[in-house]
């Protein structure tokens, strides 16, 4: 008899605890539906401790009422940011149940809300952003990609916020965890813009652009490339080893990409610029010789490979031959001008300490002529070159007071006041 009303007792507790639980549940629905979550949350709060041991039909009930909940509050500006996580996390749990359960009674809406928290979340990571409130920002976009890991743009976005926010810590974990997924980020993007807000709409695909375009709620469609991100990833990742003083891990984490991505030329170009960093420039210099291989009219290449030939000795004719052709693939390519015009006056230093230091001899007097012919003949080298950079950089001080001080050792007074005239 003793063991019956055990069983009797513990069926009658259990059987109170399912009541306060439904009644708890039912004040929560009925203080939202009056505009009160506050209330709500207390009414909630007080059923969790009594929701592990409850039927997957009430779990999923009280994981939605708390979703609202939190969700309503962060509406009213409570504790927006946390509230917003808190709905998010509710949401998940009930749709986790109901996946277990095989029922599916609030699923539907739970993703519809979860969407709309997703939406604030990133409203208010753009207002963060705007604010300069550069780490909240990336922990709201992170947030975000959990929420929904297909959406792994939000992570690199996170990443990259991180970076500015100057948490470099924080930036590295994010960042390894693209590396780890291997993230790429290329793309097609089927753009058209709203004829309700004037705004451009991304389009899952082609055919749902022109759909758009055709019955006529978007106009001006376009197909936009996005190219991988990989390589600023990895040089992000390399430059952040670098602050750290871990050239070891920089270099690994380069050179793990490229094997993953043999073909991806943007990591090549990373493991350049980390070699370039670390003024290793031969091994610099071999990296962009095998990236002009297969980007053989990438006129910036040429520049880069100019401006490092340059740093060896005897390497002013190569340097030269790589600035040429940048030009020739780019004419307005402004940089390669000036640079070109800087190693045909290199050696104007020591051709004026030459003349200073001759006597007034006539063998003296000889010998500065020459070197006075040498140095004209240098500035006519030069003089193209200067007069291509000033007329693209034509604010630029520096070059246009080279190109009068050439105008003047020339004599060429007509060119030299009509560039005066222009200061």
Do not use: C, W
């Amino acid at each position: 008899m003793k063991i019956k009303n055990l069983v009797i007792a513990s069926s009658l507790i259990f059987s109170v605890s399912t009541f306060a639980q439904k009644d708890e549940l039912k004040a929560a629905e009925k203080a939202l539906k009056a505009g009160n979550p506050a209330e709500a949350k207390t009414a909630l709060t007080q059923a969790e401790s009594l929701i592990a041991n409850a039927d997957d039909s009430q779990k999923a009930q009280f994981y939605f009422l708390k979703g609202n909940t939190y969700f309503d509050l962060s509406k009213k500006k409570i504790e927006a940011d946390k509230n917003l996580g808190e709905a998010a996390k509710a949401y998940n749990d009930l749709m986790e149940v109901e996946k277990k359960s095989g029922k599916s009674k609030y699923t539907a809406q739970a993703q519809a809300s979860l969407q709309e928290v997703i939406g604030e979340l990133r409203n208010s990571a753009v207002a963060d952003n705007n604010e300069k409130k550069y780490k909240e920002s990336a922990l709201k976009l992170y947030q975000i990609y959990t929420l929904d890991k297909k959406d792994t743009i939000m992570l690199y976005y996170a990443a990259g916020t991180a970076s500015n926010a100057q948490d470099f810590d924080l930036a590295l974990d994010y960042y390894n965890k693209l590396k780890e997924m291997n993230y790429s980020g290329k793309a097609t993007n089927y753009v058209a813009k709203s004829k309700l807000n004037d705004q451009e709409q991304v389009f899952p695909s082609m055919a749902a652009m022109n759909n758009a375009v055709k019955i006529g709620t978007h106009s001006d469609p376009k197909v936009e490339k996005v190219e991988s991100k990989r390589g600023e990833i990895y040089t992000n990742i390399a430059r952040i080893y670098i602050m750290k003083n871990d050239i070891p891990s920089a270099k690994k984490s380069i050179s793990d990409a490229r094997s993953l991505n043999p073909d991806d030329t943007s990591l090549l170009l990373a493991e350049a610029d980390l070699y370039l960093k670390t003024e290793d420039y031969a091994t610099y210099k071999k990296l962009i010789s095998e990236a002009l291989v297969k980007r053989p009219n990438d006129a910036e290449l040429f520049f880069n490979l100019g401006v490092i030939s340059s740093k060896f000795k005897g390497g002013d004719a190569e340097a030269e031959k790589n600035y040429l052709k940048a030009i020739e693939i780019d004419p307005n390519y402004k940089n390669a001008y000036v640079n070109l015009a800087i190693l045909k006056l290199s050696n104007e230093k020591d051709i004026v300490e030459s003349m200073n230091k001759l006597g007034t001899s006539a063998a003296d007097n000889k010998k500065y002529d020459a070197l006075k012919a040498k140095r004209e003949a240098m500035y006519k080298s030069a003089l193209p070159y200067l007069e291509k950079a000033e007329q693209l950089f034509a604010n630029d001080k520096d070059i246009r007071s080279t190109l009068l001080n050439v105008y003047n050792a020339l004599d060429m007074t007509e060119k030299y006041k009509a560039l005066k005239a222009k200061n």
